[in-house]
């Protein structure tokens, strides 16, 4: 059934007359008793009877009427489910227990009145697609992960220089340092179970182990953040990283220690990535937001992978890499 039929006829229903029907339309007087004319045919009913005072529905017009009105009623909530400034800003935050998860977290306080979808897309290549398709208007990844390159037209704002730190239980031999340089834990066993392959968390990882000489274990199932926390709890040789910016509930009696990394200091580097012909009004506020609340990089030297290496200027539309957050934060 023809939605611009249908429109035409409640219209015409509504207004009793073509001519007033055909104003109200923005349409001339022909082109709307075309479009019932059309309707009529259709459905193989007369839907309107002539008379002096104008038009006047039949009984088959009168039956139609309300669920013509539904039908208009249903059009107009599609559209406004997908039109941008109406419908949520759909926003991917890797894991809800990222640093980027409270990102948007703060952002929502700072603007309640926009509506906020924020979902969870585990694979990098994944969530490029779905910024390039339209399916999410932003996500939160690492710039750039070797191998891979972004879409033209996809732009990257470096948002957060994310500190990580040293977590471990009260038996580790770093349990009782004010601080670790990363060279000292060449040799030390940093397990990381939720450090999957071709993931650009992974990717940073591996950088991060040739350049100071940790042993990343990545082997064992992945169990949960507290699970790997039952286990450093009880360990004297294993630690993981994590970040002070994570949501962590410790459990009871752990007595886990975040031990600062420094000299240099290494930072999971996040950008938000978006489309540039994404019309979404409230992707420009997200953006601003983030631009003019970006904490400041943490004092001394940093480390990062050299395919991660800071750029200037804000956006980034030229092609690169892409990845994500680091294990645990």
Not at 165 to 178: E, M
Not at 205 to 225: C, H, K, R, S
Not at 274 to 287: E, I, K, S, V
Request: charged share 20%.
């Amino acid at each position: 059934m023809d939605l611009n039929a249908v429109r035409a006829f409640v219209a015409v229903a509504d207004a009793g007359q073509f001519q007033k029907a055909a104003v109200d339309l923005a349409l001339t007087q022909q082109a709307v008793s075309k479009r019932i004319a059309a309707l009529e045919k259709d459905l193989g009913v007369r839907l309107f009877v002539r008379t002096p005072r104008g038009a006047e529905l039949t009984i088959d017009g009168q039956a139609l009427l309300p669920h013509a009105r539904v039908l208009l009623s249903a059009e107009e909530r599609a559209v406004a489910a997908v039109r941008p400034g109406d419908r949520a800003l759909r926003v991917d935050v890797v894991g809800r227990r990222a640093a980027t998860g409270g990102l948007v977290q703060d952002f929502h306080r700072a603007h309640p009145r926009i509506a906020l979808d924020v979902v969870t897309l585990f694979d990098v290549d994944t969530a490029v697609t779905a910024v390039r398709d339209g399916a999410v208007d932003a996500t939160f990844r690492a710039v750039t992960m070797p191998g891979h390159r972004l879409p033209d037209g996809v732009g990257a704002l470096p948002v957060l220089d994310e500190p990580l730190s040293l977590c471990v239980g009260p038996g580790h031999v770093f349990a009782r340092a004010a601080a670790v340089t990363p060279a000292q834990l060449a040799g030390h066993r940093i397990w990381m179970p939720g450090n999957v392959p071709g993931t650009e968390w992974h990717a940073y990882y591996e950088a991060f182990a040739a350049a100071f000489g940790p042993a990343v274990d990545t082997i064992g199932p992945n169990f949960g953040l507290e699970a790997l926390l039952d286990t450093i709890a009880g360990s004297t040789t294993v630690a993981t990283i994590l970040s002070e910016r994570t949501p962590h509930v410790w459990p009871a009696g752990h007595d886990l220690r975040l031990v600062p990394l420094v000299d240099p200091v290494p930072v999971y580097p996040h950008s938000l990535l978006w489309h540039a012909d994404n019309p979404h009004p409230g992707l420009t506020a997200l953006r601003d937001h983030l631009t003019s609340t970006r904490p400041r990089p943490p004092r001394g030297t940093t480390w990062r992978p050299s395919w991660a290496a800071p750029r200037q200027g804000g956006a980034v539309r030229s092609p690169s890499g892409t990845s994500g957050p680091p294990r645990g934060c």
